[in-house]
């Protein structure tokens, strides 16, 4: 397993991602509120740079206690990598697709040392 | 500690992927696994891409025939800044596919192209082929999928020749490895028979297209000659599915995720049950039929029921000698895209059914939102080697009569 340089911590702002070439393949490390987490840039779906897709909100449809609905929402404390590709989309935090969660992104280790981060793959 | 991790971070050239960036940074995930499964020397065929022929409108509409409409179309053109394009009537449902910007390829490709030589969409095109591992690709058009349902049978008629005659000289001239159908203004059978005499025979021309949202039935007597006329000169007539809101049958539909999942199988489901019964294959043994973009799930669910019914209801098909799902895996050809993979036991299945091995032929629909990849068709688990090479590129050279021999050139950057 190799080690690869992914920048200063004050580097990024929170909400910020940054795909870093480690060899023959790519890490996306992103920070959401706070905390650094980083993916491979590899969709589960077709191998797609999922890394470099849009960050977007997690969308919800608020059901009303009378079952009705009458507008989308977004969740404001889930954010979602979509790939580009096909429009797969992951919680950044965990990795999971919102649909189903048995579909994974594949983790890449991080570290964070002397105010530098650092990936493994 | 190793040495990388002590040299400066190395950030991709490409931090997000939006509608301004390069097709082949796009692509450059399938052109990377292209290599590693060895695609170089395989002959792929990618039966189904398209090019938005609307960006290029204002070249189109010099191409009408009609010198009043071709008039009244270039000034629209020239004068109505912001107007969608002449003469179209492209669905709205245009305007959803990229899930809201979040597959921008879907929504526009603005990347730069600094090559004059050749038109715009040659440079996309071929950009296209070397990221996928493509060797020839036939392109359709987008919008124009939707003229079928024009309410003037005319425009269909003004603008299919138009788009034709365009394609001819700007786009097919432009690169050997393009291909096109040509477009068959389907509504007025006869101008169809005179599209097929006029362009048939044209460079890069492999076949025929007919766009299969419209109400006109398949087994109409009045298509009887043009039937004979693209059987005589041996080239496949392409039914390309889509979807139209208009259609009263999807009517309550309100997503577009359950519109397009429809729409793209509902309207080749309706033909196909029509050509089938009434003995089209039959009667045009040698016409080979292909049906396009509509995925492959619907066409095992078309055969049973299609052969249950028909078993028990034969004297309302008299003409058929077969069961339909016969037909439907001899006479018909399928392109794979989009490949319905989350059940893999059910594609499986689907490939026997279909007689993949002879009757698929590999469709990468790109840049479209649900576009596949050659490398899908490498790792399905259930298939041999041959059979992947027929379905990437062999039945299409059997069925278009292409050389075989790849002229890509994959190689990594």
Same mark, same amino acid.
């Given at each position: 397993m190799t080690e690869y340089n992914a920048g200063r911590v004050s580097d990024y702002a929170d909400g910020d991602r940054k795909v870093v070439v480690c060899g023959e393949s790519e890490v996306g490390v992103f920070k959401i509120d706070g905390e650094f987490y980083a993916w491979h840039n590899?969709?589960?779906?077709?191998?797609?740079?999922?890394?470099?897709g849009r960050i977007m909100k997690r969308v919800l449809e608020p059901v009303a206690e009378d079952h009705t609905v009458r507008a989308q929402a977004y969740d404001e404390a889930e954010f979602n990598i979509v790939c580009p590709w096909h429009g797969y989309e992951y919680s950044i935090k965990t990795g999971a697709h919102q649909g189903n969660p048995r579909i994974r992104l594949r983790k890449a280790e991080i570290s964070i040392r002397d105010g530098e981060i650092y990936v493994r793959v | 500690m190793n040495i990388q991790s002590k040299i400066n971070p190395q950030f991709a050239p490409t931090q997000q992927i939006d509608v301004y960036t390069d097709t082949r940074d796009v692509l450059a995930h399938a052109k990377r696994n292209a290599i590693k499964r060895g695609l170089d020397d395989w002959f792929i065929v990618d039966i189904d891409a398209h090019h938005v022929e609307s960006v290029s409108w204002k070249e189109v509409v010099t191409y009408i025939e009609d010198p009043v409409i071709r008039d009244n179309a270039m000034r629209y053109q020239m004068e109505r800044? !912001?107007?969608?394009?002449? !003469?179209l009537n492209g669905d709205l449902g245009l305007r959803y596919q990229s899930v809201g910007g979040r597959i921008p390829h879907q929504d526009d490709q603005r990347e730069a192209v600094t090559e004059t030589d050749v038109h715009r969409d040659v440079v996309l095109t071929r950009r296209a082929m070397d990221s996928l591992g493509v060797d020839n690709m036939v392109v359709f058009p987008t919008p124009m999928l939707f003229l079928g349902m024009h309410p003037q049978p005319e425009m269909e008629v003004w603008l299919g020749r138009a788009y034709n005659r365009w394609m001819s000289e700007r786009i097919l001239a432009g690169d050997d490895r393009i291909k096109t159908l040509i477009y068959l203004p389907f509504n007025t059978p006869q101008e169809a028979e005179r599209a097929v005499e006029e362009f048939g025979d044209n460079k890069g021309v492999i076949g025929f297209c007919v766009t299969s949202t419209r109400y006109k039935p398949v087994h109409h007597n009045d298509y009887m000659r043009l039937y004979s006329m693209i059987e005589e000169r041996g080239k496949p007539l392409a039914f390309h599915a889509g979807y139209h809101w208009q259609d009263p049958s999807l009517a309550t539909v309100n997503r577009f995720l359950g519109m397009h999942a429809l729409g793209f199988a509902w309207c080749n489901m309706v033909h196909m049950t029509n050509w089938i019964l009434n003995g089209i294959p039959e009667r045009f043994p040698k016409l080979k039929s292909m049906w396009v973009e509509? !995925?492959?799930?619907?066409i095992p669910f078309l055969m049973q029921r299609l052969d249950d019914q028909y078993l028990m209801r034969p004297s309302e098909a008299p003409?058929?000698?077969?069961?339909p799902s016969e037909y439907m895996n001899t006479n018909c050809f399928y392109t794979t895209q989009p490949m319905e993979t989350t059940h893999p036991k059910a594609l499986q299945n689907t490939f026997e059914m279909i007689k993949a091995e002879t009757q698929l032929m590999f469709s990468s629909d790109w840049p479209h939102f649900d576009f596949d990849l050659p490398q899908e068709i490498c790792d399905l688990?259930?298939?041999d080697e041959q059979a992947k090479r027929n379905i990437l590129g062999l039945n299409a050279a059997r069925l278009f009569n292409l050389d075989p021999t790849p002229v890509k050139k994959l190689v990594q950057k």
């Open positions: 590899r969709c589960a779906h077709r191998a797609g740079p999922i890394c470099q | 800044i !912001g107007a969608p394009p002449y !003469g509509s !995925g492959l799930a619907w003409q058929l000698k077969r069961m688990p259930f298939l």
